[in-house]
């Protein structure tokens, strides 16, 4: 087994060999920039680029005209959602999301409330998921844009995605969904989901970091955006900026190599995640899953561990890579606001820790895994004060604490 054990496959993923070995002649012999129309290193990196757009836009069922290459999901998130409504400003200033999405969903929406655009968060149940219910009674006359994402990247959870598609085409409303964590691990199309904009990135699924796109759909609606780069033109002129050739190939490499393991991947990562589950709930009291127990993406799991900092349990593994539910910002240690959102409490948000299972896992990894988050949580319980309190029958609850 090699050391250290990766399993934080939701912050990123290792690249994929495949990726990297189709990569490399786009750094040392076909290095032109695709936007050179005069010779044949422009046109090879023209014609590399156009190969992999195909294949990028073949893994959600759209068309490779409908496709913008970007940064990553971040940039395509601000992009989908300042591009319409910066677009669609005379038919409203209203968008939905809810309060479960990524960082570069919700601050987006913030800044854009703050520049007088209404915007409606959602709640989700305790499994982590929206109500399509909850969106249509949100909908209003001056609403321009929902915004709901695929697959939750702390919990894991499977939003209602064709539902809520559904609804946004009966009423006439834009739906753009972040699917970055859910690209290549479970079927994704634009068309039967009802999404006219979605959000991606290739270093979620073993491509290389700094590539993403933004789908955009042509017709039925034909949707229209405003640019938030400006320059040379590029994508339409939807999203100046020299294209990353090898990044681009990487990322339609990528695609191409998850559409082929995807179905074999997804039952053997979710082989895995029980595996670990089971491993961990059988051999440990009062551990806790977060986010639907089923409606989850398989490479997923997430723990609350009673008695126990998530952040001091990362610390006694540290061969493991794992995330735990506490930002660390710089004065204090702030519980996930995903896990919140559920109305788990904030001890057992604080107590929280991601399972990431990746394509690069193995069973051997997993076993190791388990009994290193058992004897570790044994050891910090045995140390806790409260962990004794609550063995002795103390209802914590009740405890008045003196200041
Ligand atoms: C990682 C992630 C992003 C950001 O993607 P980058 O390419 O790193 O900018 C956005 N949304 C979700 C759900 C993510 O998991």
Partial sequence: MNMPIYMDNHSTTKVDPGVIEEMLP??????GNAASRNHTFGWDADKAVEAARERVTKIIGADSREIIFTSGATESNNLAL???VEMYVEKGNHI???VTEHRSVLDTAKRLE????NVTFLPVDSNGLVDPDDVRKAITDRTVLISIMLVNNEIGVIQPIEEIGKIAKERGILFHCDATQGIGKVPVDVQTMGIDLLSYTAHKLYGPKGIGALYVRRKNPRVRLSPIIDGGGHERGMRSGTLNV???VGFGKACEIAMKVMKEESARLLSL???LRKGITDSLEEVYLNGHPARR?????NLSFAYVEGESLLMGLKEIALSSGSACTSATLEPSYVLQALGVSPELAHSSVRFGLGRFNTEEEVDYVINRVTETVNRLREMSPLYEMAKAGVD??????RK
């Avoid at 703050?114 to 655009?117: A, F, L, P, Q, V």
């Avoid at 993406?297 to 799991?301: A, E, Q």
């Fill in 96 to 98: 939905i999301t809810q």
């Fill in 114 to 117: 703050k520049s007088g655009i």
């Fill in 396 to 401: 914590l609850k009740q405890v008045r604490w």
């Fill in 273 to 275: 995640r029980e595996r």
């Fill in 82 to 84: 300042k591009g319409v």
């Fill in 297 to 301: 993406m398989p490479g997923n799991l």
């Fill in 246 to 248: 090898p990044g681009i």
């Fill in 26 to 31: 786009y750094f040392t012999v076909h290095y």
